[in-house]
């Protein structure tokens, strides 16, 4: 159970992360005076080292994220499935020699020991060669969701398309799908990202946070539970609380109360250090940013023009060396 809110809880609340600020006069979080609860000195002029290995590690979190967010991996037309490839395939799922619903699928990738499949499934395609065809003879749960395949004996036909690696792509190789004429220029602006991912990251650990806001936390718990019950309606057509009561005897309240404890305290001490830096100098929204996510969520788009002003800002007071 702990390891599915874990789960749960990192997934949302990247989300939730990018949520939370409204305009200046009418925001959705800490329409208050935020030196009662903040304490943050030293925030301009603080000095980084893009020679020191501290920095080296901001800088290839940088890199990672763009191979990840990407899926810049190396991929592999020849050789066999290893545990931990994602590996592309096409299957389908039939019992008694009939399709059933929800069991076929074409291009889907498919990590190899993120245990997504019912058992047998993942460990039955490692060693398959790509591009080949197999059958896998095997069993749902007994306790599985669909009372018509629970327990039953089923056969998948799987094609392994490709397989892509956990090796990463080089920048070199990569650069370009990134709209970036060299990899000078695509060096230049990792150590740009790297720095201010520094910056934010030092603001952190210096504020001094006396105490959370009772409203706040009240309401990112839930917008965390608002957008996982999207994100379970949309998958599987169950609501966040009946994925939490069905399957892991939890309630929303259990669910807020473990988030409260757990999760917010992280995730708070960053938003209140951009919210007081923000209001302490009188920043202006960044207009540019706000448009660019205004489409998808306003609410969003509000606290991401929010974090690049202060990040432009630390950024222009900091020593860079």
């Known amino acids: 159970m702990k390891r599915f809110l874990s789960v749960v809880l990192s997934v949302v609340l990247l989300s939730v992360l990018f949520c939370g600020c409204g305009k200046k006069d009418k925001r959705e979080l800490y329409n208050t005076d935020l030196s009662k609860y903040v304490k943050l000195k030293d925030y301009k002029g603080i000095v980084v080292d893009t020679k020191s290995d501290e920095f080296k590690e901001f800088s290839n979190n940088e890199i ?16 066999t499935v290893a545990d931990g490839d994602t590996a592309n395939i096409d299957y389908v799922g039939k019992k008694d020699g009939v399709a059933f619903e929800g069991g076929t699928a074409q291009g889907y990738d498919l990590t190899i020991g993120s245990n997504n499949f019912i058992d047998g499934f ?7 060669n790509i591009g080949d065809t197999v059958d896998l003879n ?17 056969v998948f036909t799987v094609t392994v398309n490709y ?18 004429k060299t990899v000078i220029e ?18 952190t650990s210096k504020a001094k946070i006396s105490e959370y806001p009772e409203d706040d936390q009240n309401t990112l718990c839930d917008l965390s539970v608002e957008m996982a019950d999207a994100q ?45 830096i ?6 202006e929204f960044d207009k540019d940013t706000y448009k660019k ?6 609410t969003i788009a509000e606290f991401q023009a929010v974090q690049v002003s202060v990040e432009d800002f630390l950024y222009k007071n900091a020593k860079i060396k």
């Open 138 to 154: 095997l069993t749902f749960p007994e306790n599985y969701q669909s009372t018509e395949l629970a327990g039953k004996a089923v």
């Open 186 to 203: 695509y060096n230049a602006d990792v150590k740009k990202r790297a720095v201010k991912a520094y910056l934010l990251d030092k603001i």
């Open 122 to 128: 993942e460990e039955g395609l490692i060693g398959v």
């Open 232 to 276: 379970y309606q949309s998958q599987y057509g169950m609501t966040f609380e009946q994925v939490l009561t069905s399957y892991y005897n939890m309630t929303l309240d259990d669910y807020k109360k473990q988030m409260k404890e757990e999760q917010l305290p992280e995730l708070m001490n960053s938003q209140m250090a951009l919210y007081y």
């Open 163 to 180: 397989v892509t690696t956990n090796e990463e792509m080089k920048p070199e190789d990569y650069y370009k799908e990134l709209d970036f």
């Open 278 to 283: 923000f209001d302490k100098e009188n920043l």
């Open 293 to 298: 996510y205004e489409e998808n969520n306003k």
């Open 64 to 79: 990672s994220a763009d191979v990840s967010n990407n899926n810049f991996y190396v991929k592999k037309t020849e050789g």
